[in-house]
């Protein structure tokens, strides 16, 4: 079974600073797409950033990136100039392509508060 | 327009009793999941369907059961319910059945109290 680690339970940053939560998972597949979600207190759970492990290239969307590592099964997120809407719980998810179930496996989560 | 949509967004109910959680997705989605959220906020899959079909059941006691009278909807049912099933129930749903996979769409979430 996949397993997905977030091993920062709780980060604080800044606001305009740069943080960045780590997260590593463990599988024996090639092929798979890893997922960065966001939990705000609303409960909302709201798709960041997706990278699909076949791409060398790290995906980046806006002030959000990944540093993706295959071979260390690493897949942390960059948050660039940190908002304080950008308080909220941050998931990291695991999916597998070669299973053929779509499921997200995802880590235990990152609290982070953007302090004013 | 909400793409993924649950009701009720709060439950709260008396050990034994049977309940329902609503989902529809706007999205023409073929695909659609229930996952849930513990007290400690670690999410777990429970249900995957396609086409009205399960595809996947993750060890969830038969007290769950999911039924999808077409596409855009797939309910949950939980029968007699247990202080245990308090949590936060996700609905999902994802565009394609297919080793291309899609990105999953979450619905707003259904806190379900159980007293």
């Known amino acids: 079974a996949q397993t997905v680690t977030q091993s920062q339970p709780e980060m604080s940053v800044q606001e305009a600073e740069t943080v960045t939560l780590s997260c590593t998972y463990d599988?024996?597949?090639?092929?798979?797409?890893l997922f960065w979600y966001k939990q705000p207190p609303s409960r909302q759970m709201i798709l960041v950033i997706r990278?699909?492990?076949?791409?060398?290239q790290n995906a980046t969307e806006n002030r959000f990136s990944v540093n993706f590592q295959k071979a260390a099964k690493s897949f942390s997120l960059k948050i660039s100039d940190s908002q304080l809407g950008d308080t909220a719980m941050y998931f990291c998810?695991?999916?597998?392509?070669?299973?053929?179930?779509?499921?997200?496996?995802f880590g235990t989560g990152t609290r982070l508060t953007v302090i004013p | 327009d909400t793409a993924v949509s649950q009701t009720p967004k709060y439950l709260v109910t008396q050990m034994g009793n049977d309940k329902s959680i609503k989902c529809e997705q706007n999205?023409?989605?073929?695909?659609m999941y229930w996952y849930k959220q513990d007290s400690k906020k670690f999410l777990k899959i429970m249900f995957s369907?396609?086409?009205?079909?399960?595809?996947i059941n993750e060890t969830v006691p038969n007290r769950f059961s999911p039924k999808s009278p077409d596409k855009a909807h797939l309910n949950l049912h939980i029968n007699s319910l247990e202080l245990g099933d308090s949590a936060v129930y996700f609905c999902?749903?994802?565009?394609?059945?297919?080793?291309?996979?899609?990105?999953?769409?979450f619905g707003p979430g259904t806190r379900l109290t159980v007293l």
């Open positions: 369907y396609n086409n009205k079909e399960l595809i």
């Open positions: 599988t024996s597949e090639n092929n798979y797409y």
């Open positions: 998810a695991f999916m597998s392509v070669q299973t053929g179930a779509n499921n997200l496996f």
């Open positions: 999205l023409g989605h073929d695909t």
């Open positions: 999902a749903s994802s565009q394609i059945w297919s080793r291309g996979t899609d990105t999953q769409y």
């Open positions: 990278q699909e492990a076949y791409k060398q």
